[in-house]
């Protein structure tokens, strides 16, 4: 059974730093795919960012490239998000998500992608 667990929300002043954990389990030694995704009040679930396990390969959306990146730490099963230059407009609970082997084409910041999910963390940055 896949499990994601995320960590290290928080509240941060604009400008400031923040790095979310997701601790996983379950994926086997085939390949597999961890995204990012966040949801403000009243908005839809975006997908910021994604990481390939055996390739490293990253994505993110326009709205953080250049201030977040994402990194695999495998021998820890952890993917962290570490997130800079913080701005009001990123306040939201990031939800990390999981998916196993992928086809080529796939879509790696939308949410329908992903079959399991952490619980999520709130982040919230104070202007």
């Known amino acids: 059974e896949v499990q994601l667990v995320e960590s290290g929300g928080g509240l941060v002043q604009a400008g400031g730093s923040l790095r979310l954990s997701c601790a996983y389990s379950?994926?086997?030694?085939?390949?597999?795919?961890i995204g990012w995704f966040r949801q403000a009040p009243g908005k839809e679930r975006e997908g910021i960012s994604a990481i390939s396990s055996s390739s490293g390969r990253t994505w993110f959306a326009d709205s953080v490239k250049g201030r977040f990146t994402v990194s695999n730490d495998i021998a820890k099963n952890t993917v962290y998000l570490q997130m800079h230059s913080l701005k009001p407009e990123d306040t939201a609970v990031y939800y990390c998500?999981?998916?196993?082997?992928?086809?080529?084409?796939?879509?790696?910041?939308?949410?329908?992608?992903?079959?399991?999910w952490g619980q999520g963390t709130q982040v919230t940055v104070s202007s």
């Open positions: 379950g994926f086997g030694p085939s390949d597999y795919a």
């Open positions: 998500a999981g998916r196993g082997a992928y086809a080529p084409g796939w879509r790696p910041l939308n949410q329908r992608e992903y079959a399991n």
